[in-house]
């Protein structure tokens, strides 16, 4: 059976191999500042006409969806709905909002009950202001970071 201990003796690395380590390390360390500062952008790009994307995220619950015509497009192509959802927080706590959702889009179909992430741009018409950003996952990544708290321990024992 293979063993092995963490005692930790005062054995002195030698004079020879810290200076053979310090020699390809130090012109490392030195040709990575010089990248550094040479690499760095100087200008600073004029974003005044570039599209901004929503910083404000905002929790909020499913209260119901319910098919509505698809705006600007042939209305047999495509199913439309729409979402109500009441906010669960920010300043606008308690206030149900309402925002489309098409059923070919890519994400989760949202149901009624559902705690979902909203995106918020506040400088838009208030028809367009809130959007579906993502579900909410702060329970399934408490489980995850959990059990992986377990595996490390279990397998480090």
């Not at 006409?49 to 047999?76: H, K, M, Y």
């Not at 925002?99 to 989760?108: A, G, L, M, N, Q």
């Not at 009624?112 to 400088?123: C, F, N």
């Amino acid at each position: 059976m293979h063993s092995h201990t963490h005692s930790h003796s005062n054995e002195r690395v030698p004079p020879r191999t810290r200076r053979l380590l310090i020699a390809a390390t130090a012109p490392l360390a030195v040709l990575t500042l010089i990248g550094f500062f040479l690499l760095r952008p100087t200008d600073v790009p004029d974003l005044s006409g570039a599209v901004q994307l929503p910083t404000n995220l905002i929790d909020g619950t499913v209260i119901r969806t319910f098919p509505s015509a698809c705006p600007g497009l042939d209305e047999e192509s495509l199913d439309c709905r729409q979402a109500q959802v009441r906010l669960t927080e920010g300043p606008n706590e308690g206030k149900i909002v309402s925002f489309e959702v098409s059923d070919y889009s890519s994400i989760r179909t949202i149901d009624a009950g559902d705690k979902i992430v909203l995106s918020y741009t506040p400088d838009a018409p208030e028809e367009f202001a809130y959007d579906f950003a993502d579900m909410q996952r702060n329970t399934p990544m408490l489980v995850l970071a959990g059990i992986f708290a377990v595996a490390v321990i279990g397998f480090s024992g």
